[in-house]
């Protein structure tokens, strides 16, 4: 992933799931942490996505990752919100949560502080989920400020819709 991917590059690539996710007759939700949306907006800056785009969660919090998306206490208590365990809770939540058939879900640090040893600011888990299907998640490793950690982490998991849609 390019910390430095355009707007531009961003909104192609956006407009390239839209495409693939309409083609496949899918319906598309996000749940975002780290990103706050920005996956979202992306996707919903696509003209046409109404047809195709289903929700967007922003859910920062525990409590939101919880009763929004049906996180589990004990998940967050002993994996943390950014973690494998997780990231598969929360896409598997919006998908259970909404009449999408595709999902991805979001969780990381974006920085500059909240960086432990174990999980350094830069790490990003990012989980995609097919209706029915098993999830697949990916723990990522980002450079750069907060900005850019976030502009890789909506340039991968729109890579990741991409693969999941066609």
Do not use: N
């Not at 029915?132 to 950690?149: C, I, K, L, M, S």
């Amino acid at each position: 992933m390019s910390k430095h991917i355009s707007d531009e590059a961003l909104e192609e690539l956006a407009t390239r799931v839209g495409t693939a996710v309409q083609r496949q007759h899918h319906r598309l939700a996000t749940a975002e942490s780290c990103t706050g949306g920005w996956i979202s907006k992306a996707l919903t800056d696509v003209p046409g996505s109404s047809s195709w785009f289903e929700c967007g969660l922003a859910a920062y919090s525990y409590e939101a990752k919880q009763a929004l998306l049906g996180v589990q206490q004990a998940t967050l208590e002993e994996h943390g919100a950014v973690s494998r365990e997780t990231a598969i809770e929360m896409v598997s939540g919006a998908l259970v949560h909404s009449g999408a058939s595709l999902a991805v879900a979001v969780t990381g640090i974006a920085g500059p502080g909240g960086g432990t040893e174990d999980k350094p600011v830069g790490t990003v888990w990012i989980a995609w989920k097919r209706r029915g299907g098993y999830p697949t998640a990916v723990v990522f490793h980002f450079d750069g400020d907060r900005e850019q950690v976030r502009r890789q982490t909506v340039e991968a998991a729109l890579h990741g819709l991409l693969e999941l849609a066609t």
